[in-house]
Structures are given as structure tokens and as C-alpha cells.
């Protein structure tokens, strides 16, 4: 399998995401994980009109996920995945799909959270679970654009 990049992002498939990261990315296939969007026929469809030029577009659960990367489905592509919260990235590592790096661009404000950049923040949960992505080896950074200068979360968090 090929995931060429991972990221978390709240908006998902968005202007920035289509317009900066995908074509950093060189993947040729953008991959959202979520499994509220996936299930919602009308989020799918409106999120699909933002299908970056030359790429395919999945839009999946994490179930899903897991299974076609098990099955080797994506072996020849070259995957930019983007999910919500980075407990669905724990969930892909923890069933063996190989993420070397995590890129953490906005997320929603949320109470009593850690900030790890002007846009980026982590509840007392994702605080746990990007301990755990570090244990693994994977690197984790914050960036809202390719243009920002990526800012290591490992101190942030503790």
C-alpha cells in the first residue's frame, strides 16, 4: 500500500485541501475516512464536487478502510488520507496500515483542549492517542498550509 500522506483536517475535502496539499501530495487518489460522511448520501455527494483535478476520490468508513487496505486494494495507487479525529489514524496503525507521518492542520475548538497550533487543537482523548501514534514511530506535525513551517506536536503534548 501507498499512503503518501495523512492529515487531519475537520473540513475534510476542502479548498485548501484541493487546491495546495493534494497536488503537494502526488497521489492520485484522496481518500476521506469518516464514517458520518460515508453514511450520509447528500455529504457524499456535496463533498465529491470537490474532487481535486486528475484524482479519484473515495469516501469511506474506517471499516471500509481497513478492509480494502487489508485486501491490498490501493497497492498501486499512491493514497492522500484525511480523517477528522486521530483516533481513526490509531485505528488504521493498530490494524497494520504502515502511516510514517501525520499531518495535523484544523480541527475543531473544543473545551478544555490542549492547543497545538493557532488552528489546531486536541482533546484529553487525542492527547492519548497521538502519544500512542509517537510510541509508534510516526512523525506528527501541525501545518494548516504547505506554506507554514511544520512545528512538531511532541513537545506540546508531553
Do not use: C
Request: charged letters at 25%; aromatic letters at 4%.
Amino acid at each position: 500500500m501507498s499512503i503518501v500522506m495523512s492529515r487531519i483536517d475537520n473540513r475534510l475535502l476542502h479548498g485548501i485541501i484541493v487546491t495546495q496539499w493534494a497536488p503537494m501530495s502526488k497521489a492520485n487518489r484522496v481518500m476521506v475516512i469518516d464514517d458520518s460522511v460515508a453514511n450520509d448520501d447528500i455529504k457524499k455527494s456535496s463533498m465529491r464536487l470537490a474532487r481535486p483535478a486528475g484524482m479519484a476520490v473515495s469516501i469511506i468508513t474506517e471499516e471500509t478502510a481497513i478492509t480494502n487496505f487489508k485486501k491490498g486494494k490501493y497497492d498501486k495507487e499512491k493514497v492522500f488520507v484525511i480523517v477528522k479525529e486521530p483516533e481513526t489514524i490509531l485505528h488504521l496503525v493498530e490494524n497494520g496500515i504502515e502511516l510514517d507521518r501525520l499531518i495535523v492542520g484544523g480541527t475543531m475548538v473544543k473545551e478544555n483542549a490542549l492547543q497545538l497550533s493557532s488552528r489546531a487543537y486536541a482533546s484529553e482523548e487525542n492527547v492519548e492517542t497521538y502519544k500512542k501514534l509517537l510510541a509508534t514511530g510516526m512523525e506528527i506535525v501541525t501545518q494548516f498550509v504547505p506554506a507554514d513551517k511544520a512545528q512538531d506536536i511532541q513537545s506540546k503534548i508531553g
